[in-house]
């Protein structure tokens, strides 16, 4: 049993969309603010998008308009949807949540690749 499990990636033409999933802990899903970051090689992880038990989201201003995050709570899991993908969007995208109780946890990450 993982604390996070990501699906959901894989290889898309320019243009296309994929859409991620994390399954999350039920302990920590309640109680954790989630996230989605990504990183290519030879780059520093950085932040894509996040949502709260409120439903508040924000995001990485490139995927902004293009990347939507969203949370099924009965599922315990959130989900990155993608669209208009582009080249640069290609890196490892993990998942992550955070709460006081708890401290930040991670996925393994799963491998998303946009070329021709």
């Known amino acids: 049993q993982e604390a996070l499990a990501e699906s959901g990636g894989g290889v898309v033409r320019p243009g296309g969309s994929l859409r991620l999933s994390c399954a999350v802990s039920?302990?920590?899903?309640?109680?954790?603010?989630m996230g989605w970051y990504r990183q290519a090689p030879g780059q520093e992880r950085e932040f894509v998008a996040s949502?709260?038990?409120?439903?508040?989201?924000k995001y990485q201003g490139s995927v902004r308009g293009r990347f939507t995050i969203s949370r099924d709570n009965p599922k315990a899991t959130v989900y990155l949807q993608m669209n208009s993908l582009k080249p640069e969007d290609t890196a490892h995208y993990y998942c992550?949540?955070?709460?006081?109780?708890?401290?930040?946890?991670w996925g393994r990450g799963t491998q998303v690749t946009v070329s021709s």
């Open positions: 039920e302990d920590i899903f309640g109680v954790a603010l």
């Open positions: 992550n949540a955070n709460s006081v109780n708890y401290g930040s946890s």
């Open positions: 949502i709260d038990n409120d439903d508040r989201t």
